[in-house]
């Protein structure tokens, strides 16, 4: 079951923050976070697989809730370089695959 | 240490003719993933692999598509008889053990059929 990621599209000045959430139905087993830019392949950011756990640096961070159903990832004091597609993979086990979410295209304007 | 090989980078095929898709995993990665993306979509799992076993191939289209991970050489996603739907970038994924780690990907093959 694919996980929900919310907003579709995110407009920032540079300087600004962001938000981008990714929600489940059901408890995962862990969540991971990707950026995509155009006409590249994504690039891995981070694997949350705790529930409450926080993780990144002060700039690009994300969390995963107590019921491991959802995972928020924060871009702070956002970049030029920080525009592309953020994808959520999720995953129910140790040992299968992981199903994406649509994206967030996020796009940073000077 | 290079990262996830895909050849070819761009790939057309006329309606009918075969497509082949390599990929090579990182160095010490024993498992594979295939994604297929339409353009400005999400990435929708085909199949996982690991050396010489299809471990889940729940996202491959019953017909016409198959994917082998043989004990020596890379993976292959190879589609028959190919459709102008089929027109995508396919990106294959590797991972040191499942999926504690996540993924990295390559640079896909984008397919073409005219």
């Known amino acids: 079951q694919q996980p929900v990621q919310s907003p579709q599209a995110v407009i920032l000045r540079e300087g600004e923050d962001a938000v981008i959430n990714c929600s489940s139905s059901?408890?995962?087993?862990?969540v991971h976070w990707y950026r995509q830019k155009h006409g590249e392949a994504p690039v891995f950011l981070m694997i949350l697989l705790k529930g409450g756990e926080q993780k990144g640096h002060e700039k690009i961070s994300a969390s995963f809730n107590e019921k491991k159903q959802q995972s928020s990832l924060y871009l702070t004091a956002s970049q030029l370089s920080y525009s592309g597609t953020y994808f959520c993979g999720i995953s129910r086990g140790n040992a299968g695959k992981s199903t994406f979410g649509d994206g967030t295209t996020l796009t940073v304007k000077p | 240490n290079a990262g996830v090989m895909q050849n070819p980078r761009h790939l057309v095929r006329r309606r009918g003719q075969e497509a082949r898709l390599r990929c090579s995993p990182m160095?010490?990665?024993?498992?594979v993933y295939w994604y297929r993306q339409l353009p400005e979509e999400g990435l929708k799992f085909m199949v996982y692999l690991q050396k010489e076993n299809i471990i889940d191939e729940s996202g491959m289209p019953k017909e016409r598509f198959s994917a082998e991970f043989p004990k020596e050489g890379p993976s292959i996603l190879r589609i028959q008889q190919v459709v102008r739907g089929d027109s995508a970038a396919y990106f294959c994924?590797?991972?040191?053990?499942?999926?504690?780690?996540?993924?990295?990907f390559g640079s896909g093959t984008r397919l073409t059929v005219v």
């Open positions: 994924a590797s991972s040191p053990l499942g999926e504690t780690y996540g993924y990295t």
């Open positions: 059901k408890a995962l087993y862990s």
């Open positions: 160095k010490g990665h024993s498992h």
